[in-house]
Each structure stands twice: as C-alpha cells, then as structure tokens.
C-alpha cells in the first residue's frame, strides 16, 4: 500500500515523535522506528554492513503490506557517534538500543516489538511486527 517515511536524527526524533502522537491520522496507522547508521559521505553507503543488508529488505516488506505504514528512519551518527556508550538512544530507556539496524513497532509512547540488528533483515520476522497490536 503506502509507506511514508521521514527522516529523522538524535536531535530531531523526539519532536517527529510527538508530532506522530498528536496527528489522528498517523494514530490509525502502523508506525516504525528504524534506527540506522548514517552514510559515508565518501561512499554514499552507511558505514554499517548490517544496515546495507536489511534497509532494502525492510522497505520492499513494508511497502507490501496491504494497509498505510509510517517508517521513521533514525539515524545515529556517524561510527565514533554511534560507539559512544552514552549515545541518547543507548541509554533512552524506551530504546535501550545496542546496534543499528533496530526495527521497531512503536504505538503512542512505547516500543511494542522489535528486531534488534541480527534480525531485522528477515522477512518472516518482520511480518510478524506487522499484525495487529493488542
């Protein structure tokens, strides 16, 4: 159907998500978080193998479900950016993230499923994120 992205950063996701929260028409859609690492401005790649691998599996598997989804990609930096244990969305207790790619179902104010960067470029673990939440 249709996958709507937006771009976001540290500094930046906190207000998109906000703005997801208050729009009546996003709260009647799935929504995602993918948290990435940023491209190589040498290369135009992310720095990350991981994310090269699961971003287009990701995407054509959303864009195939049959109802509207918001995917928020979240990017986290550059790799010395990214390593820094204190890095927000490390220690943002709603993320807890420890890699990048980190696909997650996000319902108003909380993380409800994930794939950590293992996981997230297999299809028949995505799908499952996108059955209806309870």
């Known amino acids: 159907m249709t ?7 540290p500094s930046t996701l906190e207000s ?7 729009d009546e028409t996003s709260r ?16 135009g790649q992310s720095w990350c ?24 990609r979240a990017y986290a930096g550059d790799r010395p950016t990214w390593r820094t244990p204190v890095h927000p969305w490390r220690v943002d207790s709603r993320f807890k ?7 997650v179902r996000w319902d ?5 499923g994930r794939l950590e960067d293992h996981q997230a470029h297999l299809p028949h673990l995505i ?3 996108l059955a209806p939440s309870t």
């Open 3 to 9: 996958l709507k992205k937006v771009d976001a950063n």
């Open 16 to 22: 998109i998500l906000q703005e997801l929260k208050s």
């Open 28 to 43: 009647s859609k799935i929504n995602f978080i993918l948290f990435l690492a940023d491209n190589d401005p040498t290369t």
């Open 49 to 72: 193998p991981d994310c090269v691998r699961a971003e287009p599996v990701i995407y054509k598997t959303l864009e195939e479900f049959p109802e509207e989804v918001n995917l928020i």
């Open 97 to 103: 993230l420890t890699g990048v790619p980190t696909l």
């Open 108 to 112: 108003g104010d909380s993380v409800k």
């Open 127 to 129: 799908l499952p994120l």
